[in-house]
């Protein structure tokens, strides 16, 4: 079903939006929706009790109410973020049932909190926002975003970073002005925002407003947005209040209106006290009459409903390629990243390929490849901050159907294969010739295919982790103990043959094993290195290099099988990244 359109004397799409008797409670949307569908009586407690409001074209609506009065949670239904299926009641768009997936194409949802990339300038903030939400030319984008710009007021702090959290940047009036822009590239006739003017001076809460209120006025938008306790400035810009309580609303319409109904209720309003202020104190003597008890109004959502179908304004591939980008602009102005990662490489290289300067003893030999795997595999953590930070962001702009999550892994994966192979061959290069090892190029490349696949296996990893903690802390404590793990049983510490039954599948899914093994194969096999005498006894060599492959039970077959194992690891985790991510992305849609 199409939306269908208020032809108010313009060609823009206009549309009003209503509740009647919604009412929303915890229950619908946790585990007891199970029992409520199926007739079970539960428990629960009420947010929304019997709403019924109404959002036009061309005006500003503004939710007021004190804290945990339910105008967030309304303002999310309103915006189809909390599905219809999740309330009773009615949601509709032009008097017919939301569509939630058509909804969120022709609306725009801005949450409290600013969700950007502080080392993006505004204008690439706006620019990667309109490529990936419209279905339009490079220069149409582009031309776009300038249009908005000039529209939000922002040309003079176009070519500045975003910054935030210490880091400088625009002030904060601006970048809400930047959060607002970016659901606002695709031009949407419904524009929702939570809290805009939150944590701003007076002065820039009342642009703000302004902003809004023009854009209902000359564009024909509708316009709804929540706040706390607006000015008296501000409240003279909202066409409607709706003040809501405990879930239940007690007045919708002019401000004007609320002032002659407290009059009429006896209520006399001192000088210089805000209308809106006073009316939330005499709350009571606005009630417009018994509502119907919830228990009558309250329908069972419908289990059976399916996922909405979302519509992508870019291919797959189109999205990877913008997404690509993005990852590429931000990683690459991480200089601290960067930095770090490239004197460390250089700084192990050399100082390990110093420490195991041209050793031929066994020991010392295999030592290093342990020690080198070691420290490969537990300095890899410089994703997480990262993975973390922009999780927000991806939950944000995926609920909206600005691209696909699988879009997000892909690009993720393909930005972090230069920098990690470029940190492999500034670590393999020393270290490889000051160690001694075998001087062949073949050796020194599938040396250098394995140091690369090591980083990248510890990379998809902690990329997989970060989906699924809430902290940095709680993703450090886990990532390092389980690689802890990893080396306990890889086989060096403790043989295989002595890792108890029940726990050798920890041996099979070791970071270690594989790489250690091809290290091994890579020094130690084909026949030049199956005829390297390692031991001597007198003028016998009591251990050569195929004797001690027998030995640690590798075979040559298993030089490169060993390659495809680390793939699948690779492969394996960031498979599980998409599918932890999807699922979060999915709760946060529905």
Request: hydrophobic residues 45%; glycine residues 8%; aromatic residues 10%.
């Amino acid at each position: 079903m199409e939306l269908q359109t208020l032809n108010l004397g313009s060609r823009r799409p206009r549309y009003r939006i209503e509740t009647k008797s919604l009412s929303y409670d915890l229950s619908t949307a946790t585990r007891n929706v199970h029992l409520r569908c199926c007739g079970f009586p539960s428990t629960c407690r009420s947010i929304l009790k019997n709403v019924c409001c109404e959002a036009l074209p061309g005006e500003l609506l503004a939710i007021v109410g004190p804290s945990g009065a339910g105008k967030t949670t309304l303002l999310s239904v309103l915006a189809g973020v909390i599905h219809p299926s999740q309330v009773s009641g009615d949601i509709l768009v032009d008097g017919r049932p939301m569509d939630v997936s058509r909804f969120r194409r022709v609306s725009g949802y801005v949450t409290q909190d600013d969700a950007l990339f502080p080392l993006l300038t505004v204008e690439e903030s706006l620019a990667y926002s309109a490529r990936l939400r419209l279905n339009a030319t490079a220069g149409e984008a582009a031309a776009r975003v300038r249009e908005l710009i000039k529209e939000l007021g922002l040309d003079h702090v176009a070519g500045s970073r975003i910054g935030g959290h210490g880091a400088g940047g625009i002030s904060g009036g601006e970048r809400r002005r930047v959060s607002i822009g970016v659901d606002l590239v695709h031009d949407p006739a419904v524009l929702l925002l939570d809290e805009p003017t939150s944590g701003l001076d007076s002065a820039s809460a009342l642009h703000i407003v302004k902003l809004l209120k023009s854009m209902a006025s000359v564009q024909g938008k509708t316009i709804v947005l929540t706040i706390h306790q607006p000015g008296f400035r501000i409240l003279e810009l909202f066409d409607q209040v709706l003040l809501i309580a405990g879930g239940t609303v007690h007045h919708q319409g002019p401000i004007a209106l609320l002032e002659s109904r407290l009059r009429e209720a006896g209520h006399r309003i001192p000088p210089h006290v805000n209308v809106l202020e006073f009316a939330m104190d005499a709350m009571a003597s606005l009630d417009s009459g018994p509502t119907t008890p919830q228990e009558e109004v309250i329908r069972a959502p419908n289990c059976s409903t399916k996922e909405d179908k979302i519509f992508y304004a870019n291919s797959r591939c189109g999205e990877v390629f913008i997404l690509t980008s993005r990852f590429f602009k931000n990683a690459s102005r991480t200089r601290e990243l960067f930095t770090a990662k490239v004197i460390q490489s250089i700084a192990a290289g050399f100082g390990l390929g110093t420490i195991f300067i041209n050793v031929s003893n066994l020991q010392a030999r295999v030592g290093f490849f342990a020690f080198s795997l070691t420290f490969l595999l537990s300095s890899t953590n410089e994703g997480l901050p990262i993975f973390l930070r922009e999780r927000r962001i991806l939950q944000r702009e995926t609920s909206r159907g600005a691209y696909r999550v699988s879009s997000y892994v892909i690009a993720n994966a393909l930005v972090f294969m230069p920098f990690l192979l470029v940190a492999a061959l500034l670590y393999a290069t020393p270290v490889y010739w000051l160690v001694g090892l075998r001087r062949e190029m073949d050796k020194f490349l599938y040396f250098s295919l394995v140091i690369w696949l090591v980083m990248l296996m510890a990379n998809s990893f902690v990329a997989c982790f970060s989906a699924l903690v809430p902290t940095f802390i709680m993703g450090n404590s886990v990532i390092s103990g389980l690689m802890g793990s990893f080396f306990l049983f890889s086989g060096y510490f403790i043989a295989k043959d002595n890792i108890p039954r029940y726990w050798i599948f920890m041996h099979y899914l070791s970071f270690f094993k594989y790489p250690f093994e091809a290290f091994v194969l890579n020094e130690y096999g084909g026949v030049r290195g199956r005829r390297e005498c390692l031991e001597w006894e007198g003028n016998m060599c009591a251990l050569d290099g195929g004797m001690f492959l027998r030995e640690q039970g590798v075979v040559e077959s298993q030089r490169w099988s060993h390659v495809g194992v680390m793939l699948a690891f690779i492969c394996g985790y960031r498979i599980l990244c998409f599918l932890i991510l999807r699922l979060r992305c999915y709760d946060v849609r529905r």
